[in-house]
């Protein structure tokens, strides 16, 4: 037996296996196989002239409501064609094993709960819902027309999106549950995701300042690289299921 068939080293498989409290901030990269774009990919056909930014503001909206319903009805539309991939699948194996994950996501698409994950944090709401502009309702329903923006049901005001726009503020309670995981765990996962926005970007770094291990895996090197204890780069979904059975040798 030529050693171990993965490459990660014993002392973080030894740290995972004691931990009592496992951490996990996803971002776009992890929902990237399942082959939908994150957010510094470009845009692709009638949305390539615009970027997110221009799009994902309470201001984009006032300013013309339509064509910010329209993006998001197309996004929306892109889940029912895609579904979760093996980095969704290993995560929720993990939740599965390890009573004590939290699992916090900056996605909006919903594919970890898709997965099986329970108990989601979603730092930047979600794509499946929608929230009055005016009076704040949530509606169960609505009139999903990709071209129309629909009214509330109660005061007439314009639905949008239940997600977080830039420049706004994020659920406080999303916040507050994900900042007391990265002061308590034992270990923090950033797995797909830029690390460019706060206040998710500040969750790897409140880990560093404790003695908690920080573990990067993404495509590329991230600002969060140099502060980590291990630093896996490469597709998410190659690496999760590995890391996974490695740990638990889950035959995943
Ligand atoms: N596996 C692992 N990492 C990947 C993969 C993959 N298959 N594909 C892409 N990545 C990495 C990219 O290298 C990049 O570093 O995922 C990261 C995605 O970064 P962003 O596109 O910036 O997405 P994210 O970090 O989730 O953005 C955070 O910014 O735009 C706002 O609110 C929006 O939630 C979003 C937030």
Not at 36 to 52: C, H, I, K, N, V
Not at 153 to 159: I, R, W
Not at 176 to 199: K, N, Q
Request: glycine share 10%.
């Amino acid at each position: 037996m030529n050693g171990p068939d993965h490459p990660f080293p014993a002392p973080l498989l030894e740290r995972l296996r004691a931990a009592q409290k496992i951490a996990v901030l996803t971002g776009a990269g992890v929902s990237q196989e399942s082959g939908l774009r994150t957010f510094r990919d470009p845009q692709e056909g009638f949305w390539a002239q615009y970027s997110p930014e221009d799009l994902a503001t309470p201001e984009a909206f006032e300013r013309d409501p339509r064509l910010v319903w329209e993006w998001y009805a197309h996004r929306r539309s892109q889940l029912a064609s895609v579904h979760p991939n093996p980095a969704h699948r290993a995560l929720t194996e993990l939740g599965n094993r390890l009573p004590g994950l939290t699992l916090i996501t900056q996605n909006v698409d919903g594919l970890h709960q898709r997965a099986g994950s329970r108990d989601v944090i979603e730092l930047h709401g979600t794509l499946t819902e929608v929230r009055c502009s005016a009076c704040g309702q949530r509606p169960k329903e609505w009139n999903d027309h990709p071209r129309v923006v629909p009214a509330c049901p109660d005061c007439g005001g314009l639905l949008r999106p239940d997600v977080v726009w830039f420049g706004e503020i994020l659920p406080q309670g999303a916040l507050a549950a994900a900042m007391e995981a990265a002061r308590t765990c034992d270990a923090f996962f950033s797995i797909g995701t830029s690390g460019l926005v706060e206040p998710a970007a500040s969750l790897g770094r409140t880990v560093r300042q404790r003695n908690g291990v920080l573990i990067e895996i993404n495509r590329e090197p991230t600002p969060l690289t140099p502060l980590c204890d291990y630093a896996f780069h490469g597709k998410a979904g190659d690496w999760l299921p590995r890391l996974v059975d490695a740990v638990f040798g889950s035959g995943l």
